[in-house]
């Protein structure tokens, strides 16, 4: 059974970070890409970064420079590190999986979702 599991949201304060994880099971995480995406209150689901099979990253213009993502293939795990932190990015943020040879983080490419984490930034 395929399974994508997110966790570590939560709250942060304006220039705070946080790291995400997406803990996968039912495949192996380096044989798919992984995206990261985002959904704020009131707007659609929005790319934010991912990580193909053979290691290739991307990011959205407005998370590149301060969000970063990896891999630990023997954890099964894609992480996502959220540096520099701002309101504009408190949403619920998902992680999904895709055919390994995709870079882009466009949603509808993605078959499998995860259950979402919220991240919160507040002043």
């Known amino acids: 059974q395929v399974q994508l599991v997110e966790s570590g949201g939560g709250l942060v304060q304006p220039g705070g970070s946080l790291r995400l994880s997406c803990v996968v099971s039912g495949f192996n995480v380096d044989d798919y890409t992984i995206g990261w995406f985002r959904q704020a209150p009131g707007k659609g689901r929005e790319g934010v970064s991912c990580?193909?099979?053979?290691?290739?990253?991307y990011y959205e213009d407005y998370v590149k420079g301060r969000f970063t993502i990896s891999r630990d293939n023997a954890k099964s795990t894609v992480y996502l590190q959220m540096n520099s932190l701002s309101p504009e990015d408190t949403a619920v943020y998902y992680c999904?999986?895709?055919?390994?040879?995709?870079?882009?983080?466009?949603?509808?490419?993605?078959?499998?979702w995860g259950q979402g984490t919220q991240v919160t930034v507040f002043s």
């Open positions: 990580i193909s099979s053979d290691g290739r990253t």
């Open positions: 999904a999986r895709a055919s390994g040879l995709v870079v882009v983080t466009v949603p509808e490419w993605y078959q499998q």
